[in-house]
């Protein structure tokens, strides 16, 4: 079993920057991959950005070169920091892990306002 808590979501004006941290209850040298999705009212699910074991990256084309995935492994700790947030960026984020299953964290809300 893996456990994940998202921190750091609040209320920022557009323009604005955040920094969402997901604490992993084991060592995340177990976790293959983590990333973090988000969901806006009345729509799916979608991924941020992604990051593997070894560190490489994927994003979602609507937050490249804003948003930045990163892992701390002595921390079990993995972060999503946004910066030139926009109102369309305003949903609640999840973070997820995958280790043999998915695991998903409760979620952390981003608003944004405009």
């Known amino acids: 079993q893996v456990q994940l808590v998202e921190s750091g979501g609040g209320l920022v004006q557009a323009g604005g920057s955040l920094r969402l941290s997901c604490a992993a209850s084991?060592?995340?040298?177990?976790?293959?991959?983590m990333g973090w999705y988000r969901q806006a009212p009345g729509k799916q699910r979608e991924l941020v950005a992604g990051?593997?074991?070894?560190?490489?990256?994927n994003y979602a084309d609507s937050v490249k070169g804003r948003f930045t995935i990163s892992r701390d492994n002595a921390k079990n700790t993995a972060y999503l920091q946004m910066t030139s947030l926009k109102p369309e960026d305003t949903a609640v984020y999840y973070c997820?892990?995958?280790?043999?299953?998915?695991?998903w964290g409760q979620g952390t809300q981003v608003t944004v306002s405009s």
């Open positions: 084991t060592s995340i040298f177990r976790i293959n991959a």
């Open positions: 997820a892990a995958n280790a043999a299953r998915i695991y």
């Open positions: 990051i593997s074991s070894s560190g490489r990256t």
